[in-house]
């Protein structure tokens, strides 16, 4: 063959060429909604997870409520404020462990997993008002009186246990520990999946707002949102080893049979014309290739099945490992 002449280097022939090989741009939208990743989220409960959280947390919120009125005979409003999830890692960037008050719980008084906190001006401002003193210190730094601490035991008590009622399906929780000044120590692992609710409450008469927040591994709650916990039980090694093979076996795999390849100049590829011939790089006793995932791993002769092009497998190349495909090549 003969390189073409420059005469023939037209711009509808390069053209041609180009959307033959697919080198035309695809088409992207001008307009492409994005939304930033957040590393801190541990991503832990899906889109329609959270919204089954939010449908739990909203009927919890409705109990909480009943119980400030039963404590204080006065009306409140309790509402779901946020759930956000974050790793424990986190925990002192999302409440100061030195401030406020904390009520743990747990399986058992050695396992704590979770703990209700709430800030101090909120918490001796309600204990104040359950010792029917009209005229409350505001001071959060103040030290907190035995009488006061009781009543706000007795509230946050309350508080929790209505909070864990929903959520201790498999897993019987309860108070593990007498209330405590800051955060407890919980035994989180740096990189474990922590979801924090908030509730925001209001008392009616006075619309004054205060929150209660409750920290807990986001496992705890999975089996309330229907999502399968990752603490359940886990199958056997071997039986893993048998479903992720049969897994393997069944994932689709991308087996191309190369004849031969040659290689031709830009010019030579634009004078190629119907009935010409090109000279492939294999002599014609030898075998196809038989390539998966870039890798010859099998070699065949070429063969016809039922009307279909077919390769007949001879040999196996070395740990499939003979040969490697080299994309800038016309096959």
């Known amino acids: 063959m003969t390189a073409a002449p420059a005469s023939k280097l037209n711009r509808a022939r390069i053209q041609r060429l180009l959307q033959a090989?697919?080198?035309?741009p695809a088409d992207i939208p001008a307009d492409v909604e994005t939304t930033a990743y957040d590393w801190r989220d541990p991503h832990y409960f899906n889109e329609d997870q959270r919204n089954r959280l939010?449908?739990?947390?909203?009927?919890?919120?409705?109990?909480l409520s009943e119980r400030f009125v039963h404590f204080y005979k006065a009306e409140f409003n309790v509402t779901t404020a946020s759930i956000s999830q974050y790793?424990?890692?986190?925990?002192?960037?999302?409440?100061?462990?030195?401030?406020?008050?904390?009520?743990?719980?747990g399986p058992d008084p050695d396992q704590l997993c979770g703990f209700l906190a709430v800030g101090s001006k909120a918490a001796l401002g309600w204990a104040t008002r359950l010792l029917g003193d009209s005229e409350a210190n505001d001071d959060p730094n103040r030290a907190i009186s035995s009488l006061e601490e009781s009543l706000l035991s007795d509230l946050l008590t309350a508080l929790t246990e209505t909070f864990l009622r929903p959520i201790s399906t498999d897993q019987a929780l309860q108070i593990a520990a007498n209330l405590c000044k800051g955060c407890p120590a919980v035994p989180y692992e740096v990189t474990e999946a922590i979801v924090r609710i908030v509730f925001q409450v209001q008392q009616v008469a006075t619309e004054e707002t205060a929150e209660i927040s409750f920290i807990l591994p986001c496992h705890l709650l999975a089996?309330?949102?229907?999502?399968?916990?990752?603490?359940e039980a886990q199958?056997?090694?071997?039986?893993?080893a048998r479903l992720l093979m049969e897994h393997v076996q069944q994932m689709p795999v991308t087996v191309t049979a190369r004849l031969a390849t040659t290689r031709l100049s830009f010019a030579e590829v634009l004078d190629l014309s119907a009935d010409d011939i090109l000279l492939i790089d294999k002599p014609i006793e030898q075998p196809v290739d038989v390539i998966v995932d870039g890798r010859t791993v099998f070699y065949g002769r070429?063969?016809?099945?039922?009307?279909?092009?077919?390769?007949?497998?001879?040999?196996?190349?070395?740990?499939?490992?003979?040969k490697t495909t080299t994309a800038p090549t016309i096959n």
């Open 21 to 24: 090989v697919g080198s035309a």
């Open 54 to 63: 939010a449908a739990v947390m909203t009927q919890v919120a409705a109990v």
């Open 87 to 105: 790793y424990a890692g986190d925990l002192a960037r999302q409440i100061d462990p030195d401030r406020g008050f904390s009520l743990p719980f």
């Open 223 to 231: 089996p309330a949102v229907g999502k399968p916990s990752l603490t």
């Open 235 to 240: 199958p056997p090694q071997d039986q893993l």
């Open 302 to 322: 070429a063969a016809q099945v039922k009307g279909q092009y077919a390769v007949f497998v001879t040999d196996c190349a070395a740990d499939g490992t003979a």
